[in-house]
């Protein structure tokens, strides 16, 4: 027969949104707290209408469809409610890494055309500069700017007209705001600086971000009434899709200005956290002073990721009570796309085996419909026999839609109906995938994703370098750091210093971006057709690595290292390791 | 700016559907067991691949997209595999009640145009019942038969030539299948029972499926590894999508073939079940004989729907090791549309007040986009005072695609953005919603509405009573007034008096709502889901309607009438009418 075509009706094919996930907490859970932030709570029902105002009051702004909406903040309480607020008035979300330097700023700034900049009062050099560097530009518009001042401790800090907290109460909790009509409509856009040099936007869609936060929720097991403690920056995919995730769970989000781990343990005890995510950098602040002597009250869920986190890391801070789950992600997938999921059978193994076992990235989530390791070449699935190397592709309604004005990019991203991550990984025997190099060029120093030729870029610039690389090194608190290597133009000269090759970098980018140890050598190991063998540099690296833990900075203290594997030809006059603040 | 339209494309756009779980299934969970049954095992993998096997033998009988793939049969393997592998076959599932007569078996196939028609071993005779019926109309094609034998114990029972396991073992793994290009089309077509009127069918979207399935997985928090015992049919709305769902989760079915109280502890302790569904029934059949005093080695939990579990129930299910979550759903919402949330701050209550609470039907699930109680007139929210009655209305991608060639109840069941669901509740301050009838239950007693449920609660409080139920007697008066029929604990010495029962009403609720007539009898009449046929009471209870016009009460005077359609072989031995106030 030929089945009826049934008509969709408003009724029972609704647009799939993250973003719906607030009005039903509205109505479900209403009474009960959304934010806590210092002395600040806010409860559901306030959390709605607070981003109803703050919706409408962006549409009186002139904000419109597919406009985007900048902001530079930490995990405060705004930096939340525009998750909602920003794509409830039709516009996309655009969340800056607060890290970035002010040249970085302005790039996403411009590529995005962002209509409207929401500025912590915390950012506001950073934004100043960002805003400077865009008006020196001709034929860029400038954004809109509105600082979001501490809503716990005003200071007053002001950049420009608007301020958030006069906007929201400006704004008409009644007011029309512009149905949702295509759930392919973007929602946020979220840039990367991951394997190329320029950041890339990456586009999530209101379906992909919808699923992304049910199909994690799901694979973390976050049951009802969770107390979500913000580590995680926001602006990192969104939280990866826990800003939502917390509304659909009628769940507290517990906002802390900074990670550090006084706080930490603080929120813990005050609020009963129950989750909370971080990169494997965390552990390590977590464990510092008499960090790992503390032994929680009850468990907390720990979702990490962006690097694989070390066996003795893990061992070291579930036994304080932290229960880590392991997943991998990229900005692309919308956050983690594969997730150790545990099984009962490894509770009887012993703790190095059972660290192996979880070090491992996993299996994909639901929202996934696959993931494969498959050889680039013949797009054929490698193996499942935990050597066969091979890239991770992956396939579902959660990858992103694409990058934004980036034709090229998306080009090499999607090929033979998969997404290519760029990282090199096996399948082992049972399914469970795992990452055996990242995208070569990408250095993970506390869960950020330094890319080695934007440091490079900025070496090449100097003007008594002739040549330069930069790899990773590993390091016992960052996981990785950057490692430069360098040859000056006058090689017998030797006219350049590593202060100097430090100062010129420390003007051109980011502080996390900054190398560690800058080698000055006379030549870079290169292949015939000339490419640099990085094989080589990081194993030099790898020798050259501080062997401590480097202390937590005090003053200015700068932390010396033992230098591994240094030869006497060698023209390494001076190694040194800096700690990031 | 007007942002770039992106396309969507296959690496990210990929048709929800939870047939894909099973893929997954196979390649995360591969040597896991997905099912068992007697003696019989089975992986994921050989689950993933029988399946294969099957919908390329369904592809080679000739089965076509659209195309009704019929089933008969209790919780089996069989039963399971064909919510895969008939829409893997791009054909539409089309599980019906076993319960059945021949008749409705009959209108089933010939209203769906089955095109094959699975039937298990022991409902051979029903099957060839109902397709000698369909022989005998005119113009009606007559489905291919296949019968499913007990894979554990064989029976050689065969209706035709075709037996289930033959055309897995004929079926090729390697086959292509057609990919599903729209998770609009149709995955599976469900029956309603027919208490109204003549059985609808349910079709539900892929997408639709794909929803309700991760969303009540997160409702219910099934964590990973489960070991799920099917109790529920799975003819019911797909076992509440618990058949997809436990692929999702790389869980275990337990299938049984009847769900006996023995039948079930067994299964329980030998397979440390972790999760089960059923209706409020299977509580008293739990409670039966020694049921009440056993006490489980681990909880179950247990997820319940299809009428609020009376509190004493809950309580003494509750006391052997069930933990139960009540859930409100309707085949049209793709089962459990509601689910009564625990709040962690109820533990503190006490037993009647917790169990109170429990037995609301509670908060939308996630793929909801909402649910509401709406005045039906007006289509107004009502307010939240857990007193004002109105319609029950959902809307969301988990509601139905749509009644099959039933335009009629279409146009009645989808109404202002809407989908009616014909149940009356109301919303308490909290956001809860409970039920208080069937709108067709609703009793209207001058003017009054009297929701036959609270009057039932009231009766199932009175300690001589096991079983009560409550319907609507015209009344030339009043209009209708409640008619009780309760059933004593002891049968046979028939303790309970209706001065009691009255006594015990009077005390217990309005006056108006008081019943004019209490009939004692041996059992309700109850249809194959364990639901009390109101139907057949009203019929009853229509007989036993006063045919004068009561006299307008004075004072303590009561009214005697008639009693219409008495018959002497039946157990009603006292029949009665009290005047209301």
């Known amino acids: 027969m030929v089945m009826e075509q049934l008509p969709k009706r408003p009724a029972n094919y609704v647009p799939l949104s993250p973003v719906g996930f607030l009005p039903r907490a509205n109505a479900v859970y209403g009474d009960r707290t959304s934010v806590i932030y210092g002395r600040v709570r806010f409860t559901w029902s306030q959390t709605y209408h607070r981003c109803r105002r703050l919706a409408s009051a962006l549409l009186a702004l002139g904000v419109r469809k597919?406009?985007?909406?900048?902001?530079?903040?930490?995990?405060?309480?705004?930096m939340y409610e525009m998750h909602f607020a920003v794509p409830m008035a039709g516009a996309v979300l655009n969340t800056i890494n607060t890290r970035l330097d002010a040249n970085a700023v302005a790039t996403i700034l411009r590529h995005s055309e962002a209509k409207l900049f929401f500025v912590d009062c915390e950012h506001v050099r950073l934004a100043g500069d960002a805003l400077q560097i865009l008006a020196r530009q001709r034929g860029v518009p400038v954004p809109l700017v509105a600082v979001i001042d501490d809503i716990d401790a005003p200071t007053g800090v002001r950049l420009g007209e608007l301020e958030y907290e006069a906007l929201v109460a400006r704004g008409d909790p009644a007011a029309d705001l512009p149905p949702l009509q295509d759930e392919w409509?973007?929602?946020?856009?979220?840039?990367?600086?991951?394997?190329?040099?320029?950041p890339k936007g990456v586009l999530y869609s209101h379906r992909g971000a919808y699923l992304s936060t049910t199909s994690l929720l799901l694979q973390w097991g976050v049951g009802t009434e969770p107390v979500y403690l913000w580590t995680l920056p926001m602006f990192h995919c969104n939280g990866w899709t826990f800003t939502w995730g917390m509304a659909a769970r009628g769940g507290v989000n517990v906002c802390i200005r900074d990670a550090r781990p006084d706080d930490i343990y603080r929120a813990i005890a005050r609020h009963r956290v129950t989750h909370m995510c971080c990169a494997p950098v965390v552990f390590s602040i977590l464990l510092e002073g008499d960090g790992a002597s503390k032994r929680l009250d009850a468990p907390v869920h720990v979702l990490t990721g962006g690097a694989p986190p070390p066996a003795a890391l893990l061992e070291r801070v579930e036994r304080v009570g932290f229960k880590v789950t392991h997943a991998y992600g990229l900005t692309e997938a919308t956050g983690p796309a594969l997730a150790c999921e545990w099984r009962d059978q490894w509770d009887r193994l012993q703790h190095p085996e059972r660290a192996r076992l979880k070090a491992r990235q996993g299996v994909?989530?639901?929202?996934?419909?696959?993931?494969?390791?498959?050889?680039?070449?013949?797009?054929?699935?490698v193996p499942r026999d935990g050597k066969t190397v091979g890239e991770i592709v992956l396939r579902g309604s959660s990858v992103m839609k694409g990058y934004l004005n980036n034709p090229d990019a998306n080009d090499k991203a999607f090929r033979g109906g998969w997404f290519l991550t760029g990282d090199v990984g096996v399948v082992h025997q049972d399914g469970y995938i795992e990452i055996k190099d990242r995208s070569k060029d990408v250095i993970i120093s506390g869960g950020e994703n330094i890319c080695s030729k934007e440091v490079e870029e900025v070496l090449f610039r100097h003007p008594a370098l002739a040549d330069a690389a930069v790899v990773a090194m590993?390091?016992?608190r960052w996981g990785e750091t950057p490692c430069a290597f360098v040859v000056p133009r006058d090689a017998k000269a030797a006219t350049v210093s590593e202060d100097d090759v430090l100062a010129f970098c420390r003007k051109g980018m980011a502080r996390f971006m900054v190398p560690k140890k800058v080698v000055i050598t006379d030549a870079l190991p290169r292949?015939?057709?000339?490419?640099?063998?990085?094989?080589?540099?990081?194993?030099?690296?790898?020798?050259?690595?501080?062997?401590?833990?480097?202390?937590?900075?005090k003053g200015k203290t700068t932390t010396t290292t033992t230098v591994g594997g240094r030869r006497?030809?060698?023209?390494?006059?001076?190694?040194?390791?800096v700690s990031r603040l």
Chains 1, 2 share one sequence.
């Open 66 to 78: 597919n406009d985007v909406v900048s902001v530079l903040a930490p995990n405060v309480p705004a």
């Open 185 to 198: 409509d973007a929602v946020t856009l979220n840039y990367t600086s991951g394997t190329t040099s320029a």
């Open 364 to 381: 994909s989530v639901l929202s996934l419909a696959d993931a494969d390791v498959k050889n680039a070449d013949t797009m054929l699935s």
């Open 474 to 476: 590993p390091h016992p």
């Open 527 to 553: 292949n015939a057709l000339g490419k640099v063998e990085k094989v080589k540099l990081r194993e030099r690296a790898r020798k050259l690595a501080p062997t401590v833990p480097a202390q937590r900075p």
């Open 568 to 577: 006497d030809d060698q023209p390494v006059a001076h190694i040194m390791a």
